[in-house]
Structures are given as structure tokens and as C-alpha cells.
């Protein structure tokens, strides 16, 4: 269960390497932006904010159309998680004349799908 904290972040803890993978299952994605929970992750130096309401059903396309795809008779999916992967790397160029004042980092997001429900992944643990 996603409960928002007095914050109202989400903080993914990260081991300060220079790509950091997070997987969260999509009842907790819906919670997210339900609760209206930022997903907040720091690495290294930086902080990645991702606001509630950014990726999810009726906000992506490849959720909607994943979400189809699982409602479909026969279906070889059942769920979906979100993958965010951070990377932060050295930037060696400059930026308007300037040497920049922090760390390059992409946030890449991806729609995985998965052939059980969260449910069944944790009673096969």
C-alpha cells in the first residue's frame, strides 16, 4: 500500500551507481497518483522528482493500450510495472559557454509487461 507522507513523496533509495533500476507494480503506480504521491529519488548528488499523475491509466498511451491488450480473451499478459531507470553521468560539455553546475542525468521510463499478477509474484516468494 502506497500512503502519502506528510511530504507527500515517495522516496526510492538508490545505491549511488551510475544507472539505479526501480520496478513498481501498477496498483502501486494507481495509489501514486491517486494519493497524489511524488516519486522522489536521489542518486548520487541529484534529486529526480516524478509528479503524481505523470504515467498511468488514461495518462499513457502505452498503459492504455497494454491494459487493453490484458483485458482481451486469452491475453498472455495479466500485469504491468513501471521501470524507471536513472543515470547520471559526467557531462563534459558546456552548456550557453558554461561548464555545467551538476551531473548529466536521463530518466528513462518503460511499460514491462508480466505474465502474473503482483499477487502471484509475492505468494511465490
Do not use: C, H
Not at 20 to 35: F, G, H, K, L, V
Not at 47 to 74: F, M, Q
Amino acid at each position: 500500500m502506497i500512503k502519502r507522507s506528510s511530504s507527500g513523496e515517495l522516496k526510492l533509495y538508490s545505491e549511488n551507481k551510475p544507472i539505479n533500476t526501480y520496478y513498481i507494480p501498477s496498483n502501486s503506480i494507481e495509489a501514486i497518483n491517486d494519493q497524489l504521491v511524488t516519486i522522489v529519488i536521489e542518486s548520487k548528488d541529484q534529486v529526480v522528482g516524478i509528479r503524481p499523475k505523470t504515467l498511468g491509466i488514461g495518462l499513457t498511451d502505452e498503459v492504455d493500450e497494454l491494459i487493453d491488450d490484458i483485458a482481451r480473451y486469452n491475453s498472455t499478459y495479466e500485469d504491468y510495472y513501471l521501470r524507471i531507470r536513472v543515470y547520471s553521468d559526467d557531462y563534459n560539455g558546456k552548456i550557453n559557454n558554461e561548464d555545467p553546475s551538476s551531473e548529466l542525468v536521463q530518466v528513462e521510463f518503460a511499460v514491462i509487461e508480466s505474465r502474473k499478477e503482483e499477487e502471484d509474484m509475492d505468494s511465490a516468494w
